[in-house]
């Protein structure tokens, strides 16, 4: 009984909000790289409309799969860090992860929404809100794994 409580104390622990100092990346940082994503992609969709004949949609899912790619690239350390030992996968406070994935998935649906809005039906404005920017919100604020 007394693991299994110790384990739920580790549980509850990791889920709490981490001090400022030690977080990953400040929140300056997380909203630069934010707008950072948000410029690249209406430059990469400014320069795709000059020098293509694709539609909106065709841009979009282009975009997307780029975006998706450098996410998935991004990640791999983590991966690994939690595929060596799932078991206590965020459990340790000293073990921070990488934000830029999140906060660069931040910048696609921002940038989505901004470009889609008069086109997004209410399952999309859910997934960018709630699924997405609430989500990854959470994630800045607490320890995750």
């Not at 949609?57 to 998706?68: A, D, G, I």
Request: glycine content about 2%.
């Amino acid at each position: 009984m007394s693991s299994q409580r110790n384990h739920c104390n580790s549980v509850l622990a990791a889920a709490t909000p981490l001090p400022a100092a030690a977080t990953m990346l400040p929140a300056h940082s997380v909203a630069l790289i934010i707008l950072k994503t948000l410029i690249v992609l209406f430059m990469l969709d400014g320069l795709l409309q000059m020098e293509t004949s694709w539609n909106k949609s065709t841009r979009w899912f282009l975009l997307h799969f780029l975006v998706n790619m450098c996410v998935s690239y991004l990640v791999i350390p983590d991966m690994v860090v939690m595929l060596q030992d799932p078991t206590n996968n965020g459990l340790h406070p000293d073990i921070l992860y990488n934000d830029s994935p999140l906060a660069i998935t931040v910048g696609l649906h921002v940038y989505h929404c901004f470009t889609s809005y008069k086109t997004m039906t209410i399952v999309d404005w859910m997934h960018h809100l709630v699924s997405n920017m609430l989500v990854c919100v959470l994630c800045f604020s607490y320890h995750y794994g």
